[in-house]
């Protein structure tokens, strides 16, 4: 019983995991497309946000630099096909995390699985 709820626990926690990349995937996408629609665009004023949805106006000066985080608080400027590049990276690795953590749901059901009749036998037993 104790291994079952331990496994469920775990398979949760998968879950949510997955989840978390997947948001994240779907960020780095939504930002894939941004940087193209402002390759195309001829709008010259943003509206930048600042957080808790307060934004302020901006304008775009170079279309083609960006400032990219690349961890520890680090920063750089980078050019629009490296930024893409970047962000590709940033895909690839989510993805494989995301496969890397459904198999391991997969596994967790398959043991929760076998688990379920000795369950139900103790069940049984205690009514």
Not at 20 to 33: D, N, R, S, V
Not at 68 to 87: R, W
Request: aromatic share 4%.
């Amino acid at each position: 019983m104790l291994e079952y709820q331990i496994l469920e626990e775990r398979f949760k926690q998968f879950n949510e995991r997955r989840e978390l990349f997947a948001m994240k995937l779907m960020e780095i996408e939504q930002t894939g497309e941004a940087l193209e629609e402002l390759k195309k665009s001829k709008q010259e004023e943003i509206l930048v946000p600042l957080g808790s949805s307060v934004f302020m106006h901006g304008n775009i000066n170079k279309k083609e630099k960006f400032i990219i985080s690349i961890g520890s608080d680090v920063a750089v400027e980078k050019n629009s096909d490296e930024t893409k590049k970047i962000l590709e990276e940033r895909k690839k690795t989510l993805e494989n995390g995301i496969e890397t953590v459904q198999s391991s749901m997969v596994q967790i059901a398959n043991q929760i699985q076998k688990l379920e009749p000795e369950i139900q036998k103790l069940l049984q037993k205690q009514g």
